[in-house]
């Protein structure tokens, strides 16, 4: 391996202007296909209309798609995405029309979390070892796909490390922790239940009971031994952080009159609890079985260091990062809805726990097994990302592309040179060696490969049409047939009707002159039987894949001839 390489992956760490790089990287990781990828189905249109709608109506209460009520996470990332847009608009550089617009906030939370880790992280594992775990949690992949979607998980993450790094100075060091510090911690966590409802307090409230009782052990007769819980000041901490997020829900309490409360906890919270929401069910094991490629490419280091955390299980700072991550996981495992993201929450302290061993120069080794476990997780990952770019653009557009064949080379130089670094026991330098070759992986996958497909971003080609074969005809004047995912509300706008069955199409038509509907080719057939005494007109057709629900389908736009 040339020397040269080794010393410049050597001087990262050792940087002068650690955020600054770090920043540098994670711009570099996620802006491929920032901008480019269309708004995807279902949350990622769902979140973006909802704010959209906040924007266009004013009313920054109620949560609406379309005329239906969102009664399912609290408006925190309703109004970050809201106000993004705004001072967008009002400066001239985007509109309310832009999906990207919507993913700042998330982007924004990404960078946070990323920055939090290297700050509290220093006094965790040290300098350079908070460097490379900040490195490898922006390089995870559930983490990098999480930015490009216009949602709450990537500002959750944000919020969390930030509230995790002050418990973490509070427990290593309490009586350095400021009341100052103890107000920042208990807000940051009612900015959290804002975002996403109890998920952000649950992740230092397992960790307390957690730590409380482990150190239990070292307090006399038994006694709870947890100075650090005074130096929080939960007395005033709690009515703190409930006075944060209790303005909101009293506000939307009174004006859905209790419905929000009712779908939120019943409807969302505890159908997730107890059953696989929306065919999204997995078994206890699966965040672990998939961790692997969820956290690619730093799951390569996390996966090998795990066994030296739990040995060092004595140390605060790893037994503080193993209470941070172990009973937040477990109960995300016990959770009958399993999504890749879920577990984000705890990354930090596996990055933490994963950079502090391949820096430590006395590290215990990994057991053989299961650095090759490691090693299959990084190889696979990245080789089936490789194989799976041009395969995609076959079977989704019928075609071939350049750009798909060239992570074949990526994916081999990777694989080569990670795996040097790791067989020579290198184990920093293979971290921040897989981290760099990450920016290609992704510029290629989410810059190139997936914003030139064409079939699975049917909604954009839909109002494309429309606005090439009927020009002026308004969303009011638009109803669709047999496909109803919320990209196309956000393509179009918000009075778009979305028709039931075939007789209410053709009474949409004759409601109004002009009007346009596209009918899905299921439903095709019926609706020319409804509509046999109008005379049709075929304005074109749009062809594609509705990948959330895994079929083809071809939507018709029709008007009626004067």
């Not at 993913?103 to 965790?124: D, N, S």
């Amino acid at each position: 391996m040339p020397n040269a390489i080794a010393a410049f992956l050597d001087s990262l760490p050792e940087t002068r202007r650690p955020r600054l790089v770090l920043i540098a990287l994670c711009l570099l990781l996620w802006l491929p296909g920032f901008f480019t990828l269309p708004a995807g189905d279902r949350d990622e249109s769902r979140f973006a209309q909802a704010s959209r709608q906040m924007v266009e109506t004013g009313d920054w209460v109620r949560i609406r798609v379309g005329e239906e009520e969102r009664n399912k996470k609290p408006a925190g990332i309703h109004w970050a995405q809201a106000s993004v847009v705004t001072v967008l608009e009002a400066t001239g550089l985007g509109s309310r029309a832009d999906i990207w617009a919507y993913r700042i906030p998330g982007l924004l939370g990404a960078l946070l979390a990323v920055v939090a880790t290297f700050h509290w992280g220093r006094a965790l594992v040290g300098r350079r070892s908070a460097f490379l775990a900040a490195a490898l949690l922006a390089s995870g992949m559930v983490l990098v796909v999480e930015t490009h979607i216009a949602k709450t998980d990537a500002a959750l993450l944000g919020l969390v490390t930030v509230a995790m790094g002050l418990f973490g100075r509070a427990y290593l060091t309490p009586a350095a922790f400021t009341a100052r510090q103890a107000a920042g911690f208990w807000m940051v966590l009612g900015g959290a239940i804002l975002l996403k409802g109890p998920i952000g307090p649950m992740v230092p409230l397992l960790t307390g009971l957690t730590l409380a009782i482990v150190d239990r052990r070292a307090a006399p007769r038994g006694l709870l031994h947890a100075p650090w819980l005074a130096r929080l000041r939960p007395g005033w901490g709690i009515p703190l952080m409930l006075a944060v997020a209790a303005p909101w829900f009293i506000a939307i309490g009174i004006a859905t009159e209790g419905r929000f409360f009712a779908d939120a906890i019943g409807g969302d919270m505890l159908s997730k609890v107890g059953s696989g929401e929306e065919a999204h069910w997995g078994p206890p094991g699966y965040y672990l079985a998939t961790f692997g490629i969820a956290a690619f490419p730093a799951s390569f280091l996390v996966l090998m260091a795990l066994p030296s955390a739990w040995r060092d299980r004595l140390r605060p700072a790893s037994r503080f990062l193993l209470a941070w991550a172990a009973p937040s996981w477990l109960v995300f495992e016990a959770v009958a809805t399993k999504l890749p993201h879920y577990t984000l929450p705890v990354w930090p302290a596996l990055m933490l726990l994963a950079g502090g061993w391949a820096m430590d120069p006395l590290r215990r080794p990994a057991p053989r097994w299961l650095f090759w476990l490691a090693a299959a997780a990084l190889c696979g990952t990245v080789a089936g990302l490789a194989l799976a770019a041009p395969v995609l653009f076959w079977l989704a557009d019928g075609g071939a592309d350049l750009w798909s064949f060239l992570l074949l080379p990526v994916a081999a130089a990777m694989i080569w040179v990670v795996m040097r670094f790791a067989r020579a026991g290198a184990f920093a330098r293979a971290g921040l060696a897989a981290v760099l070759f990450a920016v290609p992986v992704y510029w290629l996958v989410l810059g190139a490969v997936l914003p030139r497909l064409y079939a699975p971003w049917i909604s954009p080609h839909v109002a494309a049409l429309l606005e090439r074969s009927a020009p002026g005809v308004t969303a009011g004047d638009f109803g669709v047939l047999g496909y109803a995912e919320p990209s196309l509300i956000f393509a179009i706008g918000r009075e778009l009707h979305l028709l039931r069955d075939a007789p209410g199409a053709v009474a949409f038509l004759e409601g109004a002159p002009g009007r346009v509907v596209a009918v899905a080719d299921r439903q095709e057939a019926a609706f020319r039987t409804a509509a046999a005494g109008l005379r049709l007109r075929e304005l074109g057709q749009v062809s594609g894949y509705q990948y959330v629900r895994g079929r083809p389908v071809v939507l018709i736009l029709y008007r009626v001839e004067p």
